[in-house]
């Protein structure tokens, strides 16, 4: 078996990644099952507990609810409460049980189970006593009077508290029993101490639930608290872990480093070190190779001649093992290596600055001319395939974003998206950081370079901040296939900042322009502006003046209608009444508009018709914004029929929304009455003229003449009568016509 070196680099990794793998695997696991725990929990809440008291609930409300209709029969006698009796039994109080039924199976406290039973046992014997009730239940005496709008806890057409009901039902039976029918003690002597009995085990019940409830949150909280607890001791260990691993990382190779450091010294110095170290770890393939090296440099004469020649790349390897002289000889070979360097450097630098310093001062009134050529310059003078520039400046929402001025041989799709915001990517990194960045190794697919010759992957990119001022003016990103020297690098970020001036230059003079044509824009609009205002001014003092007559007319009319006796109301769009005036107010007989503000529209029909589908079809039609007119047949609060002729419109808001209906009408019961007497009238008058006809037919000749005159005076009388009721219906018409103010 091969023995481990547990100095190797590749040991100390293996070891430490090993150990943080090992504490993330412990991390999950404790993560993962604290959370299967609490999830648990959490849904033994939701789905049993929670369900559990609601059906609990509605258990006893059905119950409750069947006592309420069975109270309702035995005052009333109306036998479509029998079957509605049944209806809760089979549909609420059975429902509700089939739900417990299928929880229960889940409850723990064996407390709830019994008490379920118990609640189920005296749910029979209820059932089984409002069955008896029923049958024992006589009806002929006196009646008790309950009506729910009698009841004070009643909002609306909604009951919330079910046990103040029964109480006030209780006490209304109590109250009223002096003169109630025989069924009036019916449920009192034989049904109340069993539902109340029935009321209790149900709160029971309910109560022991909710606080198991409770106790399960009680236990979710302290599971999270010991999870946070765990986790943080974890988080303890992993940090002294890195540490601790750190530490014996360091030490390890700070050891290996000195002994490489120590023979690169000797080497340095032009002599061959006498002993070979070793570190036991993967630098001892470093140290093979120095020692190595240090047998190649016996040709020191050879590299001299080389040298002297210019040839400061030869590959003849140095020292001989001569350490005094391949000293000299190294030292000048760089020196002179490094003098040529540094002047083609110098040079290189001297002509890019100056070229591009004319690019600069040529294109310095438009900032995408100037992006443009200086993309092309940098990308073609530093040798590279590709290259873009972008500029600061405001986005479609008025924030600062870099915008895309100028690229150089970019794949389109790089940029299909021509702005980036502070943070976006590598450039708005870079932006937001003022740092450039250099980047050696790329993604396949970060960019492609386009040419003729196709397309492919830069093998390094170098993003620059174009900063003047300590103010980031824009960001450009040049490409290559090589890798960028660090003069170059540096040589960008140099003129970096030149860009960044003549990129400010550009925009202050940009601004400079664009506030002067805002300036004289601006002028000119004040003055159109002033102009129109002054004439808004007329037509608002015409206006004004308009609207004061107007408002002075509808005062006026205002009044003439509540004089004529015509009556208003305002409904809500689903009949609920909202106010009245006082002329409706009197016409059926109430005395405030708190009498009938919030109730239905159907306390003015009767019983009968508010059930058809003909009042239906009246408020739908109305919600479709349709006009209703005509005379209707309406009952005052006292149950008077009177005819009312009017109309009922909508109002609209800004929406086209509808948000009120209104009817105007005026009472119309005298006529219809005088109406209905003439035609009785009529009909009466007519019967005697045909009883007449049918006399002067069996009548002797010489009576017949007597007939015939008394005939003759009775049409009259029937002509002046008519003529005379028509009279009257029309003065009485003009009569409410003036009243209203109809010519």
């Keep these: 078996m091969r023995k481990i070196n547990f100095n190797s680099i590749k040991s100390r990794m293996i070891i430490g990644y090993g150990s943080m793998a090992l504490l993330i695997v412990i991390v999950v696991f404790i993560t993962l099952s604290q959370i299967a725990n609490i999830m648990k929990m959490g849904n033994d809440v939701l789905e049993n507990k929670q369900p559990s008291r609601i059906y609990v609930n509605a258990f006893k409300s059905g119950v409750r609810h069947s006592n309420v209709t069975l109270q309702s029969y035995l005052l009333s006698g109306n036998e479509a409460l029998k079957n509605e009796i049944d209806d809760i039994w089979e549909k609420e109080i059975q429902s509700a049980k089939d739900s417990i039924d299928s929880l229960k199976a889940s409850w723990e406290n064996p407390e709830n189970l019994i008490l379920y039973e118990k609640l189920n046992r005296l749910g029979s014997r209820i059932h089984t006593k409002q069955k008896e009730l029923i049958n024992k239940a006589q009806f002929g005496g006196g009646d008790i009077s309950l009506s729910l709008y009698d009841y004070e806890g009643i909002e609306g057409d909604t009951i919330y508290n079910m046990d103040s009901l029964q109480m006030w039902i209780d006490n209304e039976l109590s109250n009223q029993s002096s003169s109630s029918n025989p069924n009036g003690s019916l449920f009192a002597d034989n049904l109340k101490s069993l539902s109340d009995e029935f009321d209790e085990k149900a709160k029971t019940l309910y109560a022991n639930i909710e606080e198991e409830s409770w106790d399960s949150a009680e236990e979710i909280y302290s599971a999270r608290d010991q999870f946070v607890i765990v986790e943080s001791i974890i988080i303890i260990i992993a940090i002294l872990l890195c540490f601790i691993l750190y530490r014996f990382a360091r030490r390890q ?250 990129v400010q230059s550009v925009k202050v003079n940009e601004r400079t322009n664009k506030l002067l044509e805002d300036s004289q824009q601006m002028t000119e609009e004040m003055r159109a502006q002033e102009e129109e205002m002054r004439q808004n001014m007329e037509e608002l003092q015409a206006t004004q003046e308009e609207m004061e007559r107007s408002q002075k007319e509808n005062n006026e009319r205002l009044n003439a209608m509540e004089k004529s006796g015509l009556a208003y109301v305002e409904f809500t769009p689903s009949g609920d009444i909202l106010t009245a005036d006082e002329t409706f107010l009197q016409l059926f007989e109430y005395n405030s508009v708190d009498e009938i503000k919030d109730r239905h529209h159907r306390i003015f029909v009767s019983e009968e018709y508010a059930k058809t589908q003909d009042y239906q079809a009246f408020w739908e039609n109305l919600r479709a914004g349709k006009i209703q007119s005509g005379v209707f047949d309406r009952y005052t609060r006292t149950g008077n029929k009177i005819q009312i002729k009017g109309s009922y419109t909508v109002l609209r808001n800004q929406n086209n929304e509808i948000t009120k209906i209104i009817k105007f009408a005026f009472d119309v019961t005298d006529i219809y009455q005088k109406l209905a007497a003439l035609e009785s009238e009529k009909e009466t008058l007519s019967g005697q003229l045909e009883d007449l006809e049918s006399k002067i037919q069996n009548t002797e000749k010489n009576e017949l003449d007597e007939l015939k005159a008394y005939q003759k005076e009775m049409k009259k009388t029937l002509i002046e009568k008519l003529q005379k009721s028509e009279a009257e219906l029309k003065s009485t018409l003009e009569k409410q016509k003036r009243d209203l103010g109809i010519s």
Excluded at 446 to 472: D, H, R
């Design 253 to 502: 190779f700070k050891s290996s480093i000195n002994s490489l450091q120590y023979e690169v010294k000797i080497l340095s110095e032009g002599n061959i070190p006498e002993s070979r170290s070793k570190t036991n770890d993967e630098f001892d393939i470093i140290l093979e190779e120095i020692h190595t090296l240090s047998g190649n440099l016996a040709n020191v004469k050879n590299f001299a001649l080389e040298v002297g020649k210019g040839s400061f790349d030869s590959e003849i390897s140095v020292f001989n093992n001569q350490g005094d002289i391949g000293t000299s000889l190294a030292e000048m070979r760089d020196s002179l290596k490094n003098v040529s360097e540094e002047a083609r450097i110098r040079n290189w630098t001297n002509k890019g600055s100056a070229e591009f310093g004319d690019i600069l001062r040529k294109f310095n009134n438009n900032i995408s001319e100037l992006s443009e050529h200086v993309i092309t310059f940098m990308v073609n003078y530093l040798n590279a395939n590709q290259g873009s520039i972008f500029i600061v400046d405001e986005d479609a929402n008025g924030e600062e974003a870099l915008q895309l001025s100028a690229t150089y041989a970019y794949d389109r799709k790089k940029f299909l998206e021509k702005t980036i915001q502070p943070g976006q990517g590598l450039v708005g990194q870079v932006y937001l950081e003022k740092q450039s960045i250099y980047l050696k190794e790329l993604p396949d697919n970060y960019i492609s370079i386009t040419s003729g010759l196709g397309k492919a992957t830069p093998k390094s990119i170098f993003i620059v901040p174009l900063i003047a001022n300590e103010t980031v003016y824009g960001v450009i990103e040049i490409g290559t296939f090589t890798e960028f020297t660090e003069n170059e690098r540096k040589f960008i970020e140099d003129v970096g900042e030149n860009i960044a001036s003549s």
